[in-house]
């Protein structure tokens, strides 16, 4: 994201807060009366930034690649029936309802903006498109664990049923009745309000407490190993798509690059911070994907630019960093750490050969000859 998209993103976080502050404040009862067109004007001016957001999106929706290939009207109409296209015009309608009430509390109205507003917020989360993809990948296993979870709830309400309905008729009095209190059990809830009182009911309850464990655990396990399967394919695509950028990975085969894309990790970092430091271990080597970084040496500084590497004499030496790295301007870099680093040196010998032999000439350089500017 630039430095454009970022701004816009605070800007809109903000705004957001700041509407949804103004509603939470709206619900409280006994305010004095002119908070009242505070709130208000709050809410409406957050309603228009979010109209104007919503016809600026409508506008340059042929502009996505999601809808390339389509007519500008097409290309609009999709965007608009899109999840983010519902969800911009549903949050306008604040403007709508104030229009005919205030904010105030008693405005049965007002909670509701506080849901649409939120749900803006996905448009900032992108783990919201990952839950929605591990659900859609995980479909299978996720609807096995569904199934044994009614298997459960209903087995479970039919025995409390037949257990307890004589002495709890009102709460145990038939299976729908009882399935409130086998959800409340089953999912470790417990409010409390529905209780067991036979034997066999509460061994039935027992049961069915240790079944809603299980039953969450491996919801939670599937979700989980989904999430980081899915993380893991969208790192893999974002270092496959840096990885090109450096013209020492461009001469590699698909196989052998798609084995070091493995072992890379994309760094974005800010200007001016320093990636490694003189006189420090270090475990890891970088590459240069986008910007700029320079290795400050006592003999004076040098650059290195997309393409360039630094950090591999720590490694090849086992001894502490020989230098400090510094960004100089917004810089990407792909962090290789040692031990995947002696994995690729045994298994693409090459790259790590040209890695050897710069690091000669430079301890080289260091040693004797004045530091000059590089470009890779
Ligand atoms: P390392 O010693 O791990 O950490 C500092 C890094 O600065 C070092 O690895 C090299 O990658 C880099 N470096 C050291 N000397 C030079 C040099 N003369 N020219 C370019 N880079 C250097």
Redesign the pocket.
Same mark, same amino acid.
């Given at each position: 994201m630039g430095r454009g998209g970022r701004r816009w993103r605070v800007l809109h976080l903000t705004v957001l807060a700041a509407g949804l502050l103004a509603i939470a404040i709206s619900s409280i009862d006994g305010l004095p009366i002119w908070t009242d067109d505070v709130l208000t004007a709050i809410v409406v001016l957050v309603a228009v930034v979010f109209f104007g957001e919503y016809l600026v999106r409508l506008w340059a929706a042929p502009e996505s690649n999601r809808f390339a290939g389509l007519s500008d009207g097409m290309a609009r109409l999709r965007w608009a029936l899109s999840i983010n296209g519902l969800i911009g015009l549903l949050a306008v309608f604040p403007v709508l309802a104030i229009t005919f009430s205030s904010i105030h509390a008693g405005n049965e109205w007002a909670p509701i903006f506080c849901v649409f507003w939120i749900l803006k917020l996905s448009v900032h989360a992108p783990a919201m498109t990952t839950l929605a993809r591990v659900i859609a990948n995980e479909r299978a296993t996720l609807a096995s664990v569904v199934i044994i979870f009614v298997m459960v709830l209903v087995t479970a309400a039919a025995l409390a049923h037949m257990l307890e309905r004589e002495l709890q008729p009102k709460v145990f009095g038939n299976i729908p009745e009882s399935l409130w209190w086998a959800v409340v059990t089953l999912t470790t809830t417990g409010y409390g309000d529905v209780v067991p009182k036979t034997v066999g009911g509460r061994m039935v309850g027992s049961l069915v407490m240790v079944s809603g464990i299980v039953v969450l655990a491996l919801l939670t396990g599937i979700l989980a190993t989904g999430f980081s399967e899915e993380e893991r394919r969208r790192e893999y695509l974002r270092v496959w798509d840096q990885v090109t950028r450096v013209p020492m990975f461009a001469e590699l085969g698909t196989v052998t690059l798609s084995e070091i894309v493995s072992k890379l990790r994309v760094r974005h970092y800010p200007p001016r911070i320093v990636v !490694?430091r /003189?006189d420090e271990p $270090?475990d890891s &080597?970088f590459f240069i994907s986008e910007g700029e970084v320079e !290795?400050r %040496?006592p003999r004076g500084s *040098?650059a %290195?630019r997309q393409g360039g +590497? +630094? $950090? =591999? &004499? #720590? %490694?090849l030496d086992r %001894?502490p /960093?020989? #230098?400090t *790295?510094v960004t100089t301007q917004p810089t990407t870099l792909l962090v290789l750490y040692a031990s995947d680093f002696y994995e690729v040196a045994a298994n693409i010998p090459s790259l790590v050969e040209a890695v050897e032999r710069e #690091?000669r000439r /430079?301890r080289a =350089?260091?040693q004797g000859a004045p #530091?000059k500017v =590089?470009t890779p």
């Open positions: !490694v /003189r $270090g &080597m !290795v %040496l *040098v %290195l +590497f +630094f $950090g =591999e &004499m #720590a %490694l %001894l /960093r020989s #230098a *790295v #690091a /430079r =350089e260091n #530091a =590089e």
